[in-house]
C-alpha cells in the first residue's frame, strides 16, 4: 500500500513538473499546437490527484 502511494505521488510530481511549465508560459502556442486548452491541463493535474480515503483511519488528516 507504501509503494502505491509513494508511486502516485511521484507520478503527480513528474506530471507537473513535465505539464506544469506549458501553465508557466505566458503564450498558449505550445498548448495549441498539441491540441490543449489550459483547463484541460488542469483538469488533468487535478484528475491526477489520488482519491481521498473515506475511512475513519484518516478523518483526522482531513478536518
Known sequence: MIRSIL???RQRH???QSIGSLLRRADDHLLEDI???RC???G???RSAP???KSGYFAPFHA
Open 7 to 9: 508511486a502516485t505521488l
Open 35 to 37: 491540441g490543449l486548452t
Open 40 to 42: 484541460e491541463v488542469l
Open 14 to 16: 513528474a506530471l507537473r
Open 51 to 53: 482519491a481521498q480515503p
Open 44 to 46: 488533468l493535474i487535478a
